[in-house]
T-cell receptor
Framework: DTAVSQTPKYLVTQMGNDKSIKCEQN?????MYWYKQDSKKFLKIMFS???????INETVPNRFSPKSPDKAHLNLHINSLELGDSAVYFC?????????????FGAGSRLTVL | DAKTTQPNSMESNEEEPVHLPCNHS???????IHWYRQLPSQGPEYVIH???SNVNNRMASLAIAEDRKSSTLILHRATLRDAAVYYC???????????????FGTGTQLKVEL
């Protein structure tokens, strides 16, 4: 059983297009995240939702809009794609907001903007 | 989040124990020490975490210095499948509306040789 699943795994698109990446978790967690890993392999948090409510927004351009229809899903929509958006995007989930809680990550979605 | 310092890379032979160090001299009394790893082309994976006492699980052991300013992740018998980037991360037990985000550093690239 896949705990945190992301689709699509690979996405190749042209500059200026709009695309979405979907994330679903079946762990019963109430907090979900999007992380971005750039070409230098640096992992950086973008957003976090707790029970469908945005709790972290880390200086991400307005072109990125997360949407959480329910606590098991956190989708990432990107408008007007730019070359610099090329990266691997990871979804993650956890339960609660305690410092001892651990995150479960998805396998990643590799976005390539041409 | 308080900062951690790790060596950029380490090498080990298969079947040998591996000790991955992490310095966190500015750790606060409420910071948990977390370790995650990222295998090639996969999402980060939780390894272990602790607060003050040494911890063991099926994947690894975590040795925490008495003053908590450093810790060591111990893989008892490294295998080729343990080749990954290992991240040492501090997370505050008392969290505000910012949620329990994980802030990744550059980690240690572990190479395991036959």
């Amino acid at each position: 059983d896949t705990a945190v699943s992301q689709t699509p795994k690979y996405l190749v698109t042209q500059m200026g297009n709009d695309k979405s990446i979907k994330c679903e978790q079946n762990l019963g967690h109430d907090t979900m995240y999007w992380y971005k890993q750039d070409s230098k392999k640096f992992l950086k948090i973008m957003f976090s939702y707790n029970n469908k409510e945005l709790i972290i927004n880390e200086t991400v351009p307005n072109r990125f809009s997360p949407k959480s229809p329910d606590k098991a899903h956190l989708n990432l929509h990107i408008n007007s794609l730019e070359l610099g958006d090329s990266a691997v995007y990871f979804c993650a989930s956890t339960t609660g907001v305690g410092g001892a809680n651990v995150l479960t990550f998805g396998a990643g979605s590799r976005l390539t903007v041409l | 989040d308080a900062k951690t310092t790790q060596p950029n890379s380490m090498e080990s032979n298969e079947e040998e124990p591996v000790h991955l160090p992490c310095n966190h001299s500015t750790i606060s009394g409420t910071d948990y020490i977390h370790w995650y790893r990222q295998l090639p082309s996969q999402g980060p994976e939780y390894v272990i975490h602790g607060l003050t006492s040494n911890v063991n699980n099926r994947m690894a052991s975590l040795a925490i210095a008495e003053d908590r300013k450093s810790s060591t992740l111990i893989l008892h018998r490294a295998t080729l499948r343990d080749a990954a980037v290992y991240y040492c991360i501090l997370r505050d037990i008392i969290l505000t509306g910012g949620g329990n985000k994980l802030t990744f550093g550059t980690g240690t690239q572990l190479k395991v040789e036959l």
